[in-house]
């Protein structure tokens, strides 16, 4: 990152090669403003890259509200596996719990346990409870993609009936979205899944980080649609596959999109 402090912002090129090709360089003139979003004083750098990718950032722009004015949070999974040796467990008992990690979560699910020898359980005591959460309705968000993931956003959901305990373990690589009294709704939780999930939400994550990682800092500061749009999204959501056709039509149909741009979604969700 090169930065110089100047005077007046001008407008910025931005460039864009695929590898070493820099024969074939896509060159886009953006405003200042359209780079460096500061409305909030978040000042978030966003690298559109492509017309569609800066049709995207106008869209989410036009959206209403941010994450954290809505009546919903997001954390950090508590348990930090190396600082909590002791509580954890292999093999289930009576005074344990689950325990669910990144590879836990897939699009709108969550599936335990897995089978790949890390510890998938953890001890329920007075000193272990600090690190638990009470078994509920929870949207996962993977907090860790690899480079070559098709996507940087996953979100899975967690219902109360998943657990065997009482209680649940989030390792430290998911975030999670909850609402600090009371439950999420299936249609709230069912509407920011497809949300996350949609490659709409994902390419435009993908224009303001440029890591791997999902941050619930930047979470908290993305545009959204109202708590009535998400809920109605979540609604549409249960009545047929959740496939990706599905989501970015659902989503787009919500939040008014145009109808030429939902196809093209569509096509970038294969």
């Known amino acids: ?27 886009h003139v953006l405003s200042y403003t359209k ?12 690298v559109a890259t ?17 994450f954290r004015e809505l009546p919903f949070r997001i954390s ?5 596996t190396f600082r909590s040796r002791e509580f954890l467990r292999r093999i289930r008992s009576d005074n344990t719990a689950p325990l669910l990690w990144m590879h836990n979560v897939r699009p709108f699910t969550t599936r335990f346990p897995p089978k790949n020898g890390k510890p998938t359980h953890i ?13 509920k309705r929870y949207v996962l968000l993977k907090r860790f993609t690899a480079k070559e993931e098709h996507r940087r956003l996953v979100a899975g959901i967690v219902e109360a009936k998943d657990s065997y305990s009482s209680f649940v373990g989030l390792e430290n690589h ?3 979205v909850y609402r600090p009294e009371g439950e999420l709704s299936k249609s709230e939780a069912l ?39 998400i809920r109605e999204i979540g609604k549409a959501m249960e009545q047929g596959e959740k496939n990706p056709a599905m989501v970015e039509r659902v989503v787009g149909e919500t939040i008014g999109l145009p109808k030429r ?8 969700s294969k």
């Open 174 to 176: 998911l975030n999670y």
């Open 35 to 46: 780079v460096i979003e500061d409305t909030t004083g978040d000042h978030l750098v966003r």
């Open 261 to 268: 741009l939902i196809e093209q979604l569509c096509e970038a």
């Open 191 to 229: 509407g920011l899944a497809a949300l996350f999930n949609s490659a709409f939400i994902d390419r435009y994550f993908r224009a303001i980080s440029g890591n791997t990682q999902v941050n619930a800092a930047e979470i908290r500061a993305m545009p959204m649609p109202s708590v009535e749009a």
């Open 76 to 80: 950090t999974g508590p348990v930090v």
């Open 1 to 27: 990152l090169l930065a110089e402090k100047a005077g007046a912002p001008k407008d910025v090129l931005i460039t864009s090669s695929i590898g070493r090709d820099f024969q074939r360089v896509d060159r």
């Open 50 to 66: 492509s017309g569609l990718e800066q049709e995207i950032v106008q869209a989410v722009d036009r959206l209403h509200h941010r």
């Open 123 to 135: 001890l329920v005591s007075e000193d272990s409870k600090k690190l638990l959460l009470p078994a």
